[in-house]
């Protein structure tokens, strides 16, 4: 099993990005049966959880993006999307994934720089 996040890049405050988190390997019950985790890393700061998206479809973000981030999946291309509106400078961090079945796989992460 492989993660690949992609989508991230230089923006200005108020943009938006979509992040993608590709998930090879991975079979579908499994895909769908366990919940996806989004995290990220500043420089200096340890890794934080920005947002979940629950086997049954529901969702928790934490309060710094709560109603500016929004995650989805599609099941089918075995992909979690991570849809960022009103970018802020203090969103600046690297962006990782990890399916709760897969504790131990991490991908390389995509770099999100938010310009101020």
Not at 25 to 35: E, K, R
Not at 48 to 72: C, I, M, P, Q
Not at 90 to 114: K, L, P, S
């Amino acid at each position: 099993v492989q993660l690949v996040e992609s989508g991230g890049g230089l923006v200005q405050a108020g943009g938006s990005l979509t992040l993608s988190c590709k998930i090879s390997g991975i079979i579908l019950s499994v895909f769908t049966g366990d919940a996806t985790d989004w995290y990220r890393q500043a420089p200096g700061k340890q890794r934080e959880l920005v947002a979940t998206l629950e086997s049954g479809g529901g969702t928790t973000y934490d309060d710094s993006v709560k109603g500016r981030f929004a995650v989805s999946k599609d099941n089918t291309r075995r992909t979690v999307y991570l849809q960022m509106n009103a970018l802020k400078p203090e969103d600046t961090a690297r962006y990782y994934c990890n399916h709760r079945f897969y504790r131990d796989r991490w991908g390389q992460g995509t770099q999100v720089t938010v310009s101020s």
